[in-house]
C-alpha cells in the first residue's frame, strides 16, 4: 500500500521568514495531495490541496508543489506569523470512481513560529 | 450543523468496556471516513462508508472493532473488550459524493478515548 514520509518532524523559523516541509509517496498511483493544519485539541484543517494534473497551486501565503516523477511535494509557508504555529500533516491518496479516496497520511511536522 | 460533529468529545472507561463513539457528518456528505490519531503520530485509517455500505473495512484493527451507518448519515464506531492499546483520538471525515474522485475531507474535533 501507499507509504508516505514526512520531514522534517520539527521546525523552528523566525516570524517573517519561510518554512518549508517535504513529503514523498511510494505509490506512483497517488493523484490526490491535501495538506492539513491541526491545532491542540482540534481536528485537522484543511489548507491546500493539489491534484496530479498540476505542479503548483497557491492560496495567498501558502503555496504547494508536486513533482510526479520524483514522488514528492512540498508546503511552502512564507511570510510566517505566530498563527502558523501547528501540526502540520501531508496526505496521499488514489482517487477511484466514486472514491474510495482514503488519505494515508505522513507524521505531521511541529511548526513553531518564533517571534 | 455545519461541520462534522462528534461525541463524545472526551470518553474514559475502564479496560474491557465496551465504548461506542459517534460521527454526524456534513449534511449532504455520502462519503464518510474514521481515522485514528495515536499520541504524537499521524493519523490511520480505520474503515470508509459511502451511504450505508462500507466497502472498505481494510483498517480496523481487529474484530473487536465494527461501525455501521444508517440513513446515509450519522455513523458509529463500536470498539468492544477495549485495551490499553485502544487509546487514542478517533477522528471522522465526510465528503461529497463525486464522479471523479477526489474531494476534500473535512473533519470533526474527534473523540479522545482513554482506557483506563
Known amino acids: 500500500g501507499e507509504n508516505v514520509e514526512q520531514h522534517p518532524s520539527t521546525l523552528s523559523v523566525q516570524e517573517g521568514d519561510s518554512a518549508v516541509i517535504k513529503c514523498t509517496y511510494s505509490?506512483?498511483?497517488?493523484?490526490?495531495f491535501p495538506w492539513y493544519k491541526q491545532e491542540l485539541g482540534k481536528g485537522p484543517q484543511l489548507i491546500i490541496d493539489?491534484?496530479?494534473?498540476?505542479g503548483e497551486k497557491k492560496d495567498q501565503r501558502i503555496a504547494v508543489t508536486l513533482n510526479k516523477t520524483a514522488k514528492h511535494f512540498s508546503l511552502h509557508i512564507t511570510e510566517t506569523q505566530p498563527e502558523d504555529s501547528a501540526v502540520y500533516f501531508c496526505?496521499?491518496?488514489?482517487?477511484?470512481?466514486?472514491?474510495?479516496?482514503?488519505?494515508?497520511f505522513g507524521t505531521g511536522t511541529r511548526l513553531t513560529i518564533i517571534p | 450543523g455545519a461541520g462534522v460533529s462528534q461525541s463524545p468529545s472526551n470518553k474514559v472507561t475502564e479496560k474491557g468496556k465496551d465504548v461506542e463513539l459517534r460521527c454526524d457528518p456534513i449534511?449532504?456528505?455520502?462519503?464518510l471516513y474514521w481515522y485514528r490519531q495515536s499520541l504524537g503520530q499521524g493519523l490511520e485509517f480505520l474503515i470508509y462508508?459511502?451511504?450505508?455500505?462500507?466497502?472498505?473495512k481494510s483498517g480496523l484493527p481487529s474484530d473487536r472493532f465494527s461501525a455501521e451507518r444508517t440513513g446515509g448519515s450519522v455513523s458509529t464506531l463500536t470498539i468492544q473488550r477495549t485495551q490499553q492499546e485502544d487509546s487514542a483520538v478517533y477522528l471522522c471525515?465526510?465528503?461529497?459524493?463525486?464522479?471523479?474522485?477526489?474531494?476534500?475531507?473535512?473533519f470533526g474535533d474527534g473523540t479522545r478515548l482513554s482506557i483506563l
Open positions: 471525515a465526510s465528503s461529497p459524493e463525486t464522479l471523479s474522485g477526489n474531494q476534500p475531507q473535512h
Open positions: 505509490d506512483s498511483a497517488s493523484n490526490y
Open positions: 493539489i491534484r496530479s494534473n498540476v
Open positions: 496526505a496521499a491518496s488514489i482517487g477511484a470512481n466514486f472514491g474510495n479516496e482514503k488519505l494515508t
Open positions: 449534511s449532504g456528505h455520502t462519503a
Open positions: 462508508f459511502q451511504g450505508n455500505s462500507a466497502p472498505d
